[in-house]
């Protein structure tokens, strides 16, 4: 595959995990309560850190990586996308961030199944597979938030 080419996959990452940070910390602004804000300041700050490794990936392209998603249990799959609002509880927040990590994953996921090279394809699955494990942690707290009596 053509250096340009993943360097401008790598950006639509880049780009996509800055959108996330940008969401998140304006949610974060706009919350209520002071639980829901910390879950929306601690996303933005997650979202961060994941652009900042995907400038290093962009740096050194030959350096893909390899994620192991983990055990998804489509727990976000089964949920509803909630409007943003000002009043979110806790576990409406974390409903919303683990579906938007489903939407990102999605989208990563069908980008992989149509690439023919096996860099790019590789590249994609790894990038679906990043959104995977965002979203099953998202749901491991989502569950436990959401569910107490689970626990």
Same mark, same amino acid.
């Given at each position: 595959?053509?250096? =340009?080419?993943? #360097? ?5 990452? =880049? #780009?996509? *995990? ?23 300041? /601690?996303?933005?700050?997650? *979202?961060?850190?994941?652009? *900042? ?14 994620? /192991?998603?983990?055990? #998804? ?7 509803? $996308? ?5 009043? $979110? ?14 939407? %990102? &994953? *999605? &989208?990563?996921?069908?980008? %992989?199944? &149509?690439?023919?090279?096996? #860099? ?5 699955? +790894?990038?679906? +597979? &990043? ?6 942690? $998202?749901?491991?707290?989502? @569950?436990? @938030? ?6």
């Amino acid at each position: 595959m053509d250096h =340009i080419e993943l #360097d401008l996959l790598i950006k639509r990452a =880049i #780009d996509g *995990e800055s959108e996330a940070y940008k969401f998140y910390k304006e949610a974060a602004e706009k919350a209520v309560g002071p639980a829901v804000k910390q879950i929306f300041l /601690d996303l933005a700050k997650e *979202e961060k850190g994941h652009e *900042e490794s995907l400038w290093k990936l962009k740096g050194d392209a030959t350096q893909l990586f390899k994620v /192991d998603p983990g055990k #998804d249990y489509k727990v976000s799959e089964s949920t509803d $996308l909630p409007e943003l609002s000002f009043e $979110l509880s806790p576990a409406e927040a974390i409903q919303l961030a683990m579906k938007k990590e489903q939407q %990102a &994953m *999605e &989208m990563y996921q069908t980008l %992989a199944d &149509m690439a023919t090279e096996g #860099d790019v394809k590789s590249l994609l699955t +790894n990038l679906a +597979n &990043m959104e995977r494990s965002h979203k099953i942690r $998202l749901e491991e707290i989502f @569950v436990q @938030v959401g569910y107490p009596e689970v626990w």
